[in-house]
């Protein structure tokens, strides 16, 4: 019987159980559908810009030296402050090179007293020469001596210029208006010509900025500018513009001042040289910038190149929605089932902040711009169109995986 009681209570325990484990019910929530802010492709007519890479490069760039041995006595500027053309920058000690100047002065003078004394005594023998008073031999000595002292006399002329010239050169003087560099010697030291560069002055009105284009992009903006009555410099119709290390662009358009008359052979490119207006200084030598060339075509039809049609619209997306795999560039677009679709798109060039998309697009297609990185391609989104303000924050929330009731 005890036996029988034991398992009447085991079979009621698990009965229990059992029934107690199918009451839990665990129920799963579907994830929400996504938020995502997109961009309808659009059609416009646009004028491509090239993107290169450029180095600024100043105008001038003079590495002033020494041209006298001495002691550097003063500074008279300030190392990152701008100077004018002739501003004096250095004094080298000037005592020696004065009395340099005073001595050859002196035998200047001393040179001229001869040479008068000769020319007076070669005029009395020329008379007396005349009369067949003198020696031929006197006669000919009076001319050489005359000639002797009018060499001395030159001699002592260059060698006053010469002293008066190692003076002036205790004066370092700019030869340009620039900013100094960083100094290499303070005062006190002695300096020579062979001591090096003393301090680097470069211009900043004015920059150049040099650049590689590639043969194939060349081409074509020379083909652009052949017309049939007119041949027109390559610089006439490019805008050429600057973006800045920090991105913003530079606000003073430049002009192409030349390009190579030879390709590269390793490299495919021309060098080129464009020059900008620097009035606010923000372009340093040797700075790395982006070069922004646009081809501006003609208003006039009549001017219009051979070959050359009327600008179609194309399709054009923002940079910051086209993504890139192995496979090659794509965009990710809310499509008419409202779900995600990738889309493979083509382009060569862009504008302002837009790719311009050869292949692969359609006007008016919803282009994902923000919520990339919640979308699952083939899973459905919920489009909302650019000029909505969305909270960013709402792609960013993840739904729980599961709750229990």
């Given at each position: 019987?005890?036996?029988?009681?034991?398992?009447?209570?085991?079979?009621?325990?698990?009965?229990?159980?059992?029934?107690?484990?199918?009451?839990?019910?665990?129920?799963?929530?579907?994830?929400?559908?996504?938020?995502?802010?997109?961009e309808e492709a659009l059609s416009m007519s646009v004028q491509p810009t090239t993107e290169l890479v450029g180095r600024v490069r100043s105008f001038s760039s003079v590495d002033l030296r020494?041209?006298?041995?001495?002691?550097?006595?003063?500074?008279?500027?300030?190392?990152?402050?701008?100077?004018?053309?002739?501003?004096?920058?250095?004094?080298?000690?000037?005592?020696?090179?004065?009395?340099?100047?005073?001595?050859?002065?002196?035998?200047?003078?001393?040179?001229?007293?001869?040479?008068?004394?000769?020319?007076?005594?070669?005029?009395?023998?020329?008379?007396?020469?005349?009369?067949?008073?003198?020696?031929?031999?006197?006669?000919?000595?009076?001319?050489?001596?005359?000639?002797?002292?009018?060499?001395?006399?030159?001699?002592?002329?260059a060698k006053r210029d010469e002293a008066k010239l190692h003076l002036d050169w205790c004066e370092i003087r700019s030869p340009i208006t620039g900013i100094p560099g960083a100094r290499q010697?303070?005062?006190?030291?002695?300096?020579?010509?062979?001591?090096?560069?003393?301090?680097?002055?470069?211009?900043?009105?004015?920059?150049?900025?040099?650049?590689?284009?590639?043969?194939?992009?060349?081409?074509?903006?020379?083909?652009?500018?052949?017309?049939?009555?007119?041949?027109?410099?390559?610089?006439?119709?490019?805008?050429?513009?600057?973006?800045?290390?920090?991105?913003?662009?530079?606000?003073?358009?430049?002009?192409?001042?030349?390009?190579?008359?030879?390709?590269?052979?390793?490299?495919?490119?021309?060098?080129?040289?464009?020059?900008?207006?620097?009035?606010?200084?923000?372009?340093?030598?040797?700075?790395?910038?982006?070069?922004?060339?646009?081809?501006?075509?003609?208003?006039?039809?009549?001017?219009?190149?051979?070959?050359?049609?009327?600008?179609?619209?194309?399709?054009?997306?923002?940079?910051?929605?086209?993504?890139?795999?192995?496979?090659?560039?794509?965009?990710?677009?809310?499509?008419?089932?409202?779900?995600?679709?990738?889309?493979?798109?083509?382009?060569?060039?862009?504008?302002?902040?837009?790719?311009?998309?050869?292949?692969?697009?359609?006007?008016?297609?919803?282009?994902?711009?923000?919520?990339?990185?919640?979308?699952?391609?083939?899973?459905?989104?919920?489009?909302?169109?650019?000029?909505?303000?969305?909270?960013?924050?709402?792609?960013?929330?993840?739904?729980?995986?599961?709750?229990?009731?």
């Amino acid at each position: 019987m005890e036996t029988i009681e034991k398992s009447r209570k085991i079979i009621f325990l698990s009965l229990s159980l059992l029934l107690f484990s199918c009451g839990e019910k665990k129920v799963v929530k579907e994830a929400p559908v996504p938020q995502v802010v997109y961009e309808e492709a659009l059609s416009m007519s646009v004028q491509p810009t090239t993107e290169l890479v450029g180095r600024v490069r100043s105008f001038s760039s003079v590495d002033l030296r020494a041209r006298v041995e001495g002691i550097l006595e003063k500074r008279h500027f300030q190392t990152g402050t701008s100077v004018n053309k002739g501003d004096l920058l250095y004094t080298i000690e000037k005592d020696q090179y004065a009395i340099n100047l005073k001595r050859a002065q002196a035998e200047l003078e001393s040179s001229k007293a001869r040479l008068t004394l000769s020319e007076s005594i070669f005029e009395r023998m020329k008379k007396l020469d005349e009369k067949k008073a003198i020696a031929k031999q006197d006669y000919d000595k009076a001319i050489g001596d005359r000639d002797e002292a009018l060499a001395a006399l030159n001699l002592a002329l260059a060698k006053r210029d010469e002293a008066k010239l190692h003076l002036d050169w205790c004066e370092i003087r700019s030869p340009i208006t620039g900013i100094p560099g960083a100094r290499q010697y303070d005062t006190g030291n002695l300096i020579s010509p062979s001591s090096g560069v003393l301090v680097n002055v470069t211009s900043t009105e004015k920059m150049e900025v040099d650049f590689d284009i590639p043969e194939r992009q060349l081409v074509d903006f020379q083909r652009k500018f052949v017309t049939k009555e007119l041949r027109r410099t390559i610089t006439d119709r490019i805008q050429c513009r600057l973006s800045l290390p920090d991105g913003t662009q530079y606000s003073h358009e430049g002009n192409i001042a030349f390009f190579d008359n030879r390709i590269n052979k390793s490299t495919g490119t021309v060098k080129a040289t464009t020059h900008f207006d620097n009035p606010e200084g923000l372009l340093r030598d040797g700075m790395f910038v982006k070069v922004l060339l646009t081809y501006i075509p003609p208003e006039d039809d009549s001017e219009r190149v051979n070959g050359e049609e009327e600008r179609k619209p194309k399709i054009v997306v923002q940079q910051s929605a086209v993504m890139q795999d192995q496979a090659g560039h794509y965009v990710i677009i809310v499509n008419k089932e409202s779900k995600a679709e990738i889309k493979r798109v083509e382009f060569k060039e862009s504008f302002e902040e837009y790719f311009v998309i050869e292949e692969g697009l359609e006007e008016g297609e919803k282009v994902i711009t923000l919520g990339l990185q919640t979308v699952i391609p083939g899973r459905p989104v919920k489009g909302i169109p650019a000029r909505v303000e969305v909270d960013e924050t709402e792609h960013m929330k993840e739904a729980p995986e599961s709750s229990k009731e």
